[in-house]
T-cell receptor, first 110, second 114 residues
Framework: GEDVEQSLFLSVREGDSSVINCTYT??????LYWYKQEPGAGLQLLTY?????DMKQDQRLTVLLNKKDKHLSLRIADTQTGDSAIYFC??????????FGKGTMLLVSP | ETGVTQSPTHLIKTRGQQVTLRCSSQ?????VSWYQQALGQGPQFIFQ???????GRGNFPPRFSGLQFPNYSSELNVNALELDDSALYLC?????????????FGPGTRLTVL
């Protein structure tokens, strides 16, 4: 079966870089995603990476994909207090459905 | 262009009751997926509807059922509610194509079962 695992909590200081890690098990996933969830809100797609890519950069966000180890990471440069949220890694499971990890709570302190 | 909306925002029910949750998809989208997010967990896929037909189902019992209407809005029905059904229910709409389909999520309905 498919399972996505993430570390549960990360605390950083404003201005530092944050790195959130994820491992997945379904090697047939075509796309891998990072979503952000703020308190009381739905999920916001931050970025995604196609499975044949190693890296994708989008402004302050960098996604690294290691297919051999089934490891995905999200780096947020110059982390701001507004980045405090829960971050979910997700893989596509066919038919446009997603399998999510349990989420990593990122706390950014001033 | 309006985003995905869900109603109601919050709902309290008692064990054994039935509940209907509603979702209006984003304009131009033909696919709706429903997810259950228990407290402290990631969302879990319940099922998906494409052009009014169920197009995939997760590991949820038959008392979870749904509908999609001609305007692509959708309902999630849960019968015989159990305490463990307490969760945030998220609806996501997308335009089903052969390439990556970005799913746009609504704000969710918080269901509490007492």
């Amino acid at each position: 079966g498919e399972d996505v695992e993430q570390s549960l909590f990360l605390s950083v200081r404003e201005g530092d870089s944050s790195v959130i890690n994820c491992t997945y098990t379904d090697s047939s996933s075509t796309y891998l995603y990072w979503y952000k969830q703020e308190p009381g809100a739905g999920l916001q797609l931050l970025t995604y990476i196609f499975s044949n890519m190693d890296m994708k950069q989008d402004q302050r966000l960098t996604v690294l994909l290691n297919k051999k180890d089934k490891h995905l990471s999200l780096r947020i440069a110059d982390t701001q207090t507004g980045d405090s949220a829960i971050y979910f890694c997700a893989e596509d499971s066919g038919y446009s459905t997603l399998t999510f990890g349990k989420g990593t709570m990122l706390l950014v302190s001033p | 262009e309006t985003g995905v909306t869900q109603s109601p925002t919050h709902l309290i029910k008692t064990r054994g009751q039935q509940v209907t949750l509603r979702c209006s998809s984003q304009s131009g989208h033909n696919t709706v997926s429903w997810y259950q997010q228990a407290l402290g967990q990631g969302p879990q896929f319940i099922f998906q509807y494409y052009r009014e037909e169920e197009n995939g189902r997760g590991n949820f019992p038959p008392r979870f059922s749904g509908l999609q209407f001609p305007n692509y809005s959708s309902e999630l029905n849960v019968n015989a509610l159990e305490l463990d059904d307490s969760a945030l229910y998220l609806c996501a709409s997308s335009l089903y194509t052969s390439v990556m389909d970005e799913q746009f999520f609504g704000p969710g309905t918080r269901l509490t079962v007492l």
